[in-house]
């Protein structure tokens, strides 16, 4: 390249980087001086898990903002807000405002007015009574007042409850310490034993079989030996089949002793299958632990229904540290590992547990409500309805359900 033609390269180049620099001078310099007027509204708190988003807390803005995203309120505390928007320039700028994320829900106490001991009992009560938050993983749990374990009496005492934010729950009981029955066991009935209350299920097909629903049943080791023959010829449209568990808190995998012979005789006679775990997890990482394995169990199997989360350790429940929402996230948590293979998911539990407990599930419901009319008001997509039921193909009692196909 000769002199001349380098002085004009160089003279290019200088101009290019005198431009791009001048133009992110004039835009910086725009971004700089633009005009930015946001007003907050009054109150800039929001409860935890609100949904709630960015324009929530701005009463006018000069613009329009760019991303309007819902705010994650899943922790508590001071929070930082930031956002872009199109100013009446339009110039693209960025605004942050700071919120807090409180909690003002007071924990629960699961207990009625009363309590029951006998003489010389272990002193567990705090233990026991189940006490949990909705985001504190372990509130305060506290008895006030004297009782004692070895004495027989009635007691008047105070439960009380506080979380993290300050939120308390009280609630009086009766504590009775009552000494150990000398009967042993007997009965001095004289009119004999009160017949035993049993669902057919033939009943319930006649009751409840619709259009829109299918009846089947859900089954483990419990039931012994089915013959899913006869369970076929009475109706049965689909079954949930337990899959296993572990032995408690961090405990082995156990797999169900009917677990292959059931998945494997429902197949043979066509009837659908779901699967159940029942679940000891406490935390994020044992649920998914305990998806693996179920994985791990049903690869090779036939599973049509969904995959089914069966958590209810409710009289152990203070032992797990876990909140409400810490339980909710550890059942959506187990039922992803599903959803990424495939499989639908549901989660099991009753319906007053449901109704105090449960948070913000992102699967849909397997109610467990044992009455002729279930008055649960949220969705579900199964419903237990007994636990008592009768069919021929099965010795003894199992549970009949329902299920909704839309």
Not at 165 to 190: C, D, M, R, Y
Not at 223 to 231: P, S
Not at 292 to 320: C, R
Request: charged fraction near 25%; aromatic fraction near 14%; hydrophobic fraction near 35%.
């Amino acid at each position: 390249m000769d002199k001349k033609k380098k002085v004009i390269f160089l003279v290019g180049v200088c101009s290019l980087v005198f431009l791009v620099g001048l133009f992110f001078f004039i835009r910086d310099y725009r971004i700089r001086h633009a005009k930015i007027i946001v007003n907050l509204v009054d109150s800039l708190e929001t409860e935890f898990l609100s949904e709630i988003k960015v324009s929530d807390f701005i009463s006018y803005i000069n613009g329009e903002i760019v991303d309007d995203y819902v705010i994650d309120t899943t922790e508590v505390g001071n929070k930082n807000i930031s956002f872009s928007y199109i100013n009446e320039e339009k110039i693209k700028v960025k605004y942050t405002y700071e919120i807090s994320v409180v909690d003002r829900t007071a924990p629960v106490v699961w207990l009625s007015g009363s309590y029951t001991v006998k003489v010389g009992s272990e002193d567990t009560l705090t233990k026991k009574i189940l006490c949990g938050d909705n985001y504190d993983d372990s509130p305060v749990c506290e008895i006030i007042g004297d009782y004692n374990l070895n004495e027989a009496n009635i007691y008047p005492l105070l439960f009380r409850a506080t979380d993290s934010s300050g939120n308390v729950t009280e609630k009086k009981f009766n504590l009775k310490v009552i000494a150990p029955s000398s009967s042993n066991g007997s009965s001095n009935n004289s009119g004999g034993s009160t017949p035993k209350v049993t669902t057919d299920f033939q009943d319930v097909i006649q009751n409840y079989k619709t259009d829109n629903t299918e009846i089947g049943l859900d089954i483990s080791h419990h039931q012994g030996d089915v013959d899913f023959q006869k369970l076929k010829q009475a109706g049965v449209e689909f079954v949930f089949i337990r899959v296993g568990r572990t032995k408690g808190i961090g405990g082995e995998y156990v797999l169900d002793t009917k677990f292959l012979q059931n998945i494997e005789e429902a197949e043979k006679y066509g009837i659908p299958v779901g699967i159940y775990f029942y679940s000891y997890a406490n935390s994020k990482e044992a649920a998914i632990a305990d998806a693996n394995w179920v994985l791990e169990q049903i690869k090779d199997k036939k599973v049509d229904l969904p995959i089914a989360f069966d958590w209810e350790n409710w009289n152990t429940y203070n032992n797990f540290g876990l909140s409400f929402f810490g339980l909710s996230t550890m059942a959506n948590e187990f039922l992803n590992v599903f959803k990424e293979q495939g499989y639908d998911g549901v989660v099991y539990s009753s319906k007053n547990y449901l109704e105090s407990i449960w948070m913000k599930l992102d699967y849909p419901v397997w109610l467990a409500h044992y009455v002729k009319n279930t008055n649960y008001e949220g969705e579900f997509l199964y419903w237990q309805l007994c636990s008592n039921g009768r069919v021929d193909g099965i010795n003894g009692d199992v549970d009949i359900d329902i299920r909704y196909k839309k």
